[in-house]
């Protein structure tokens, strides 16, 4: 992608339930509060959650005299033929021009289905920045990497982790800025604070050894529950016409997502480094040499 391209943002994790439409929706209406230009791109056609959110958004938004803003959203479908080889053609070419009729945003949020699919394949290949919100408990944890003090290289990356390197690897051969992989955790609880300890220990272990970031994200509320029929965020909160009783704590969950976006050091269109397809290997960041060889051992 060319430094004007649309930096892509996806949520992605194979557990199912962790917290990556709702972060996905969260983080496409911050973006478009602060003026951005946002499009938004739905991989799982069966569950279609985001999809629906943002129906719920223009249901609402049509009984209204002001408008509210809205991602592009595009909802791509799975294939529906036997062949795997002629269903991966199909879906490239489905995601393909949905980027296309997206390509003018600065910012596209992919949400991804919480399973392994040709379209999630694809999707996690497109992204500038990977987000895989875990809910805070080990066993969500599992599914990222199991430190294995008996395994001299001390961690055993999940399936799921392999692939993201491999989809890494597969971006550092093309020359194109490495994927930013952050693992967010989700659905925080102020009162399990020993657990909460424990888990942070270990995503820190994780952390430098598969090379992602670590970050906090949403808190357990109900607010990120209940404004999805009605398609809203905290973001609407000034809005006196939408028929709901703002409370002060949704004031406290529009920080945390704005700290959120903040942690993700997203960086706007036109100031990415221009990266040349193919680069020699002499001109490689270390990052990428790293990512272009086996996983690394610890
Ligand atoms: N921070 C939060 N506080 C409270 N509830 C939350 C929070 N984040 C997500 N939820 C709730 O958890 C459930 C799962 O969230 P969500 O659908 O976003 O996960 P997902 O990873 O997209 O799931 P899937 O893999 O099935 O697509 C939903 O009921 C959602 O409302
Ligand atoms: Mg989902």
């Not at 917290?19 to 973006?31: E, P, V």
């Not at 969500?140 to 990497?145: C, F, M, S, T, W």
């Not at 100031?271 to 397809?277: E, F, H, S």
């Amino acid at each position: 992608m060319s430094k004007n391209s649309p930096h892509v943002i996806v949520l992605g994790n194979e557990k199912g339930g962790s917290g990556k439409s709702t972060t996905a929706m969260h983080i496409a209406i911050a973006l478009l509060d602060d003026g951005k230009e946002v499009g938004s791109i739905d991989l799982d056609s069966r569950q279609a959650s985001l999809t629906r959110y943002i129906e719920n958004r223009r249901t609402t938004a049509a009984g209204l005299s002001r408008p509210l803003p809205l991602p592009r959203h595009v909802l791509v479908t799975r294939s529906n033929v036997d062949s795997k080889l002629q269903a991966m053609s199909e879906e490239a070419a489905h995601l393909g021009s949905a980027l296309g009729e997206l390509a003018d945003c600065e910012f596209i949020v992919i949400d991804t289905p919480g399973s392994d699919t040709i379209l999630s394949r694809l999707g996690h290949g497109l992204a500038d920045t990977l987000i895989t919100p875990l809910n805070d408990s080990f066993l969500d944890l599992d599914v990222i990497g199991r430190i294995d003090d008996s395994d001299e290289r001390g961690v055993r990356p999940s399936i799921y982790t392999e692939a993201v390197w491999e989809r890494r690897k597969q971006r550092a051969a093309c020359g194109q800025v490495p994927t930013d992989w952050l693992v967010l955790r989700n659905r925080l609880s102020p009162l399990d604070a020993r657990n909460k300890r424990e888990v942070e220990r270990l995503i820190d272990r994780l952390s430098k050894q598969l090379e992602f970031r670590a970050v906090s994200g949403l808190s357990e509320r109900v607010v990120y529950r209940e404004l999805f029929p009605l398609g809203l965020t905290m973001f609407d909160i000034e809005r006196d016409d939408l028929g709901v009783a703002w409370k002060s704590s949704h004031l406290a969950a529009r920080q945390e997502v704005r700290d959120l976006v903040r942690s993700l050091k997203l960086r706007p269109r036109g100031t990415r480094k221009k990266t040349a397809v193919s680069a020699p290997a002499a001109t490689r960041s270390d990052r990428q040499e790293r990512l272009a060889g086996p996983f690394p051992a610890i």
